[in-house]
């Protein structure tokens, strides 16, 4: 015989409220919501409700008590035997399938109301992700900033908020809002729960005459959306965004999806990217190469003079610390220019330069 009270973790003394609180705080812990895909954690669960289901009830757990007292076995005790065609009498063959317990015990947990929560469970269903190509300028990729795009899709339903009824009693009257009916048929001594979505309501646990009649019940209708979507500093061309929560919306109360910014970054004229640095050519005429002095660039972040060291060639990189992505760099390649004509004086200078060099 399962012991339910060392599941629940309390003492045989343990007062009603004791009881309640133990399996509320042990039920949350386990809940497969917050556990999904954790069998480990649903096996718990449901050995949680069933110590619930015993002892919670003021006459199973007399029986109980005295079964275990006395060396009961699962198949006797106080509330009958398993061979006489009533239930099970501790909880311990009757396998429950969780749709069954969150809606015989949802009421204790705060946030959920019964049928109601586990209308939203069973029948809610999360958006689909939503995807959008943006073409971003250089800059905006580089140094990062919002983009406006417009998205058709599932949004929530302005008339019902949602919820897919604005009636104050909306389950449906065969499942009570669970959106599933079960039957407990009996195979070899055991029972078990086999559950189906309700045929009146086809699993949305709401009464099909009092659903909305702008989404028909699902919660959400097609509309064209605008969004702002902000790209951060440094997005590289062909990275992909996931913006969660701003896919279509959920139906019966399921989450939204999220968004996927596929993103396509155009080039620049001036500024080429080498993974957090910035590149670019500026021209210097030959008597700042040649003598030094200070050349205007363009930066993504604003127009610099660079400092040009004397007797720089062409071809010459010089760097712009923390002027590039990310606190990169931004690196300048010199490119000295000529001047295409010569006033008298400037081709008497050259030539007496070149007569000295020579």
């Known amino acids: 015989m399962n012991d339910h009270y060392g599941t629940l973790g309390v003492k045989r003394s343990a007062t009603p409220a ?13 809940h497969p919501d917050r556990n999904p895909g954790d069998k480990a954690a649903e096996e718990k669960f449901k050995a949680v409700a069933s110590a619930w289901k015993v002892l919670s009830d003021p ?64 029948a809610a269903r999360p958006g689909r992700d939503a995807e959008v190509e943006l ?17 058709a899709g599932a949004v929530p339903c302005t008339t019902c908020g949602g919820h897919g009824t604005t009636a104050d009693q909306p389950e449906c009257p065969t499942c009570h809002g ?13 029972f078990f729960t086999v559950s189906r979505p309700c045929p009146t309501c086809h699993g949305t646990g709401l009464d099909p005459a009092k659903v909305c009649p702008e989404c028909r019940g699902e919660g959400t209708v097609e509309r064209t959306r605008s969004l702002r979507i902000k790209v951060p500093e440094g997005s590289e061309d062909g990275s992909v965004l996931r913006l969660a ?12 999806g999220d968004l996927l910014a596929h993103l396509r970054v155009s080039p620049d004229p001036v500024f080429r990217r080498e993974g957090h640095d910035i590149h670019s050519d500026v021209a210097v005429p030959m008597a700042i190469a040649a003598l030094g002095g200070k050349a205007p660039v363009a930066t993504l972040r604003g127009r610099v003079n660079l400092a040009v060291p004397a007797g720089t060639s062409s071809g010459v990189l010089l760097k ?39």
């Open 18 to 30: 004791e009881i309640k609180k133990a399996f509320r705080a042990l039920a949350l812990k386990h």
């Open 59 to 122: 006459e199973g757990r007399r029986a109980y008590d005295a079964a275990m007292a006395g060396g009961g076995t699962p198949g006797r005790g106080a509330r009958g035997s398993a061979g006489s065609g009533g239930s099970p009498p501790f909880g311990d063959d009757d396998e429950m399938s969780i749709d069954e317990i969150l809606r015989r015990f949802g009421g204790i947990f705060e946030g959920g109301q019964g049928a109601e929560f586990h209308r939203s469970r069973s």
């Open 135 to 151: 073409e971003l300028p250089f800059a905006t990729a580089a140094l990062g900033g919002s983009v406006s795009v417009s998205l």
């Open 178 to 190: 669970s959106g599933q009916v079960s039957a407990q048929p009996r195979d070899k001594g055991r």
């Open 245 to 256: 929560g701003l896919g279509e919306a959920g139906r019966g109360g399921g989450p939204p």
């Open 320 to 358: 712009l610390r923390g002027r590039g992505i990310l606190g990169g760099d931004h690196i300048v390649r010199v490119m000295v220019t000529v001047p295409a004509t010569l006033t008298p004086r400037q081709r008497e200078l050259m030539v007496e330069m070149q007569e000295t060099v020579a």
